[in-house]
Every structure is written in C-alpha cells, then in structure tokens.
C-alpha cells in the first residue's frame, strides 16, 4: 500500500488569486471547484481577501514553488508579481493591457447584446445607457448594446458613472446628475446598466425624479449579483454572465498549460446564461393599451397552450384590427410573440436543467418536440440538442 502511494503522482500547486467582494468572484472559484472535483485532485492555494488593493500582493507569492496559478488581475503590480512567479497562469479579468497571460473571460459583446434583445423583446424603442468610464469592459457591453439597438434603427443615449471607490463621497451627486439625465430622456425607455452596482442608485435616481419602474423606465443590469439586485426598489432584471463556466474553463486551460500544451494567443470567451427576469423590466413597453394587455396574456400563458384565438377572445378587437396594431406595436405577429416568449423558456430550460428534450417542449408550451426542434433550427440554426450542448459545457 505504501509503494503505491510512493507512486502517485504529485498533486499540482494552484494558486488562486480572486477577490471574493463580487458574486463574479465566487462563482469563478465554483467553477474551479467543480472542475477540480471532476478532474483533481489539485491542491488549491486561496488568498482569503475580498479586494486587493493597489500595490498589494500576498507575500507568499513572492517566494512561492507552485506549478499554475488563476487570477483575476486587478492592478499590475500583481501582474508583475506573478510574472515573476514564472508559472503558468491565466488572467479571468482582463483589465490589464499589458497582460501576457492567457485570458478566459465573459463574452462582454455577447452580454451587451443579450441584454439589448431583452429590451427590445419588450418593445422599446428608446434606449440609454449607464457605463463605468475607462473600463475596457464595460466600454465593449456599451458598443454592442448600441449596436444592437441601432441596427433596429434606434439610438442610445449615455451616463458615465462616478468611480465607485469614491463613495460616498461623490455617490449623492451622481443620484442628483442621473435624475436629471433621466428627467429629460423620453420614454417610455429601456435602460442597461454595465454592472449591478449601479441599480440602487440609479433606483434611487428614479425615485427621486418621479420616474415609475418599469412603467417609465425598464432597467437591466449584469452580474445576477442576487443580493444587490433584491436591494433595488423593485429588484433588478440582470444577465447571468455564465462566471462559474469561466473558473471551469479557466482551470480546464490551466491543466493542459501545466502539462506543456502552448499558451492560446486569443482570449476565450464564455458566453452569457441568461436573463434572470425581475420586476425592474418585467412589462412590455407599448402606447396601445389593448396591446399590452395581450402581451400580459402572451407572457402568461404561452407555455400552457396559448392560442391566437384566446387573446382574440380577451381583448375588444377583432382578430384582423388586433394584428394590424400588434404589428404596429412590435413589428411581429401574436402567433409570433407567442412562439417567441415559448422559444424563451425553452432556451432557459436547456440551459439550466437536464430535462429530457421531450419534456421541455411540452414545459415550454409547444404541441410536440418535433416542432420545437424546426423552431429552433429556423430562429437560432441550431437543434435543440446543439443548443445545450453548447450552453451546458459544465456538465
């Protein structure tokens, strides 16, 4: 017994180097985690900090005989520490330019874009914008938004931020700047916000202006920080930005590195969950009020073999007038606004469980699974398989 354990292989030495303040942080060191169970057994180094402040690093590092490390690199004198640590590593930031390592990071074009199909979905056609200024990151979330909005011939409008280690010092400021931005922009409106962080006060901004959320505004952050977002007044809509895939991936990369595989020169980018739907954006932005009571009906109940007849039989219209102002309203049809919210929960049923392709259909709301596979093949080029293979790469 004990010449066998003579021969076991060493197990490698992980450090890791991710603030636990943000929920991006945990769920990266989940991911990690997951992998090292499936795969390890790895003996994992965790720096126990919640932030990492400039020009500090742990002095364990600097004399460290490990072989990888994962990091979300927050300043570049951490950088350069562990460059001279001259192990493998990986960056799950990327923030710092000057970074050589490789990067496995959240597809910020991906989430811009997510977010922007949520808005426009519910019929918006006024858009704005909160960013975090000179941060690379949120810049790229603002590009594909803007993108994403202008290519339905809509434009955005834009708030830069305050820095947030300033608070709160300057955060009473910014809520009187973001009210009266917020005052003289017409709505009804969709709103992103580059981070959740940002949706208290903004929330605040709103109250403060008189402005009803959703009604006036719908508002959709990123992160699905869950108690920040219950924190908002109503609790925030926000994109689930897939972190614990990144620590899966990221360690995943980290073995293969460690082994001599070569460094990819190309970040990898994980692609977004989902939307976690919440009061802050949960409402359809039309003027018509016959339309919006349909598009209630619609969310409600498309899942559970919603007909076009039956919202004809609930509103005052006839099926032709109804269509003709549906279309009006949201360019689409009602048989297609009901495809489209039965494709929405059969995506998020993929995504998240292992239901038997059968039974999502069913649970989505559609008559059989054949039809749910052609229209995803027509929607999305994908079949329904494809697609949770692609959106499952954890399990």
Request: glycine fraction near 6%; hydrophobic fraction near 40%; charge should be neutral.
């Amino acid at each position: 017994m004990s010449a066998d354990l003579d021969n076991e292989p060493p197990q490698p030495r992980v450090g890791l180097l991710i603030a636990t303040h943000l929920g991006v942080g945990r769920d990266t060191l989940m991911g990690i985690a997951r992998y090292v169970r499936e795969n390890g057994p790895w003996a994992l180094h965790l720096e126990m900090r919640t932030q990492y402040a400039e020009s500090w690093v742990p002095k364990w590092l600097e004399r460290w005989q490990g072989d990888g490390i994962i990091a979300r690199f927050e300043n570049e004198f951490l950088l350069k520490t562990v460059e001279r640590a001259e192990v493998p590593a990986i960056d799950v930031l990327g923030t710092q330019r000057n970074c050589k390592f490789p990067r496995v990071l959240v597809d910020d074009t991906a989430i811009g874009q997510m977010a922007a199909d949520h808005l426009l979905q519910r019929g918006f056609r006024q858009f704005a914008f909160v960013a975090r200024p000179e941060e690379a990151w949120s810049d790229r979330r603002l590009d594909a938004f803007r993108n994403t909005v202008g290519t339905q011939g809509f434009e955005c409008q834009v708030l830069p931020a305050g820095d947030r280690d300033q608070l709160p010092e300057t955060w009473d400021a910014f809520i009187d700047q973001a009210a009266r931005w917020l005052e003289r922009l017409p709505k009804p409106m969709g709103l992103m916000l580059c981070c959740d962080r940002l949706g208290p006060p903004i929330m605040q901004a709103c109250r403060r202006a008189s402005i009803n959320v959703p009604e006036e505004v719908a508002i959709i952050g990123v992160d699905n920080e869950e108690v920040v977002c219950a924190m908002c007044d109503p609790p925030l809509t926000s994109v689930c930005p897939n972190s614990e895939r990144v620590g899966y991936q990221a360690a995943a990369l980290l073995e293969r590195m460690m082994a001599g595989e070569p460094w990819p020169t190309e970040p990898i980018l994980v692609q977004p969950r989902t939307v976690i739907v919440r009061q802050s954006s949960d409402i359809a932005a039309v003027e018509d009020p016959v339309v919006s009571t349909a598009l209630s009906l619609i969310r409600e109940r498309s899942c559970n073999g919603l007909q076009v007849k039956d919202v004809v039989d609930r509103v005052p219209l006839s099926h032709s007038v109804l269509q003709k102002r549906f279309r009006a309203a949201l360019g689409r049809s009602v048989h297609e606004e009901i495809v489209r919210v039965q494709l929405a929960k059969a995506q998020e049923l993929l995504k998240e469980t292992d239901m038997p392709i059968r039974t999502v259909a069913e649970r989505a709301g559609f008559k059989h699974q054949e039809y749910m596979g052609a229209v995803f093949r027509a929607r999305l080029n994908v079949t329904p398989r494809q697609f949770r293979r692609r959106h499952q790469g954890l399990r």
